[in-house]
């Protein structure tokens, strides 16, 4: 279980996240965005994932904090990471998605009372998952890959 003060930092970034990746791909042009990495995606395709994986999110935790015990649902990332839209350079709409997304995702875990953390879900992957868990897992994951991002550009300058 978590304390008081790592939810609140997690929460703080999962608020902060749409930020966050609008810094590290500020400027980016579509050879950037496109750019391959050794079998790793691109950092379009990042910033897709992120939306795709945060949509996911944030659909599992008010699963978890509004019904009895949920089975949640899982995607595969990497078929969705190759889809068109998750392979096109144009990243604004996943950019506007996060900010809107991460807007209301932030409000309902602000509004979670102490007793709402211990409500678990089912992961058909992972079994029992509380909504403490499920915090941290979107919060580490978001901050993981902005650092991803910030690799990937090193290594192209």
């Not at 839209?85 to 509004?111: F, K, Q, V, Y």
Request: no cysteine; hydrophobic share 45%.
């Amino acid at each position: 279980m978590l304390t008081e003060q790592q939810r609140k930092t997690y929460v703080e970034a999962i608020r902060q996240l749409p930020e966050w990746v609008e810094a590290a791909v500020a400027g980016l042009d579509e050879a950037a965005l496109t750019a391959a990495h050794d079998g790793s995606w691109t950092v379009a395709q990042l910033v897709h994932h992120l939306a795709d994986s945060n949509v996911n999110g944030y659909i599992r935790m008010k699963a978890a904090a509004t019904m009895e015990h949920p089975r949640l649902m899982v995607f595969d990332q990497d078929a969705w990471a190759a889809s068109p839209d998750a392979t096109h350079p144009r990243i604004e709409e996943s950019l506007l998605l996060l900010r809107g997304l991460h807007r209301r995702w932030s409000d309902l875990l602000d509004s979670l009372p102490d007793d709402a953390w211990t409500r678990t879900a089912h992961h058909p992957e992972v079994g029992m998952v509380s909504l403490d868990d499920l915090l941290a897992h979107f919060a580490g994951h978001g901050e993981e890959h902005v650092a991803d991002i910030r690799a990937l550009l090193e290594k192209e300058n």
